[in-house]
């Protein structure tokens, strides 16, 4: 059974910097697609960023430039780093997998982690 679970969640002042890790077990991590979502209150998830088999990374207009996703294949482990973080950054971020590349892996699912922006 594939498991994802997210860490590096947390608070942190506008501006900030957090790194998400989501470490996959019970599936061959190198042919998944991966995905970072968000989910902010009483809206649906939307997807952050994503990354192919071969680490080519896709990421949503909002977060161009301040975010970046990567992959280390040898500890199965999906990282999003976060930077220049901003109040409506706050949100649930959620890990996703998927066995083949999409630029939205939905297969899969971590339980969530918090990321709270505030001064």
């Known amino acids: 059974q594939v498991q994802l679970v997210e860490s590096g969640g947390g608070s942190v002042q506008p501006g900030g910097s957090l790194r998400l890790s989501c470490v996959v077990s019970?599936?061959?991590?190198?042919?998944?697609?991966m995905g970072w979502y968000r989910q902010f209150p009483e809206k649906e998830r939307e997807l952050v960023a994503s990354i192919s088999m071969s680490a080519y990374p896709y990421y949503t207009d909002s977060v161009k430039g301040r975010f970046s996703i990567s992959r280390d294949n040898d500890k199965n482990t999906v990282y999003l780093q976060m930077s220049s973080l901003k109040p409506e950054d706050t949100a649930v971020y959620y890990c996703?997998?998927?066995?083949?590349?999409?630029?939205?892996?939905?297969?899969?699912w971590g339980k969530g982690t918090l990321v709270t922006v505030s001064s």
């Open positions: 996703a997998g998927t066995p083949k590349n999409t630029y939205q892996p939905r297969d899969y």
């Open positions: 019970g599936g061959t991590f190198e042919n998944y697609a």
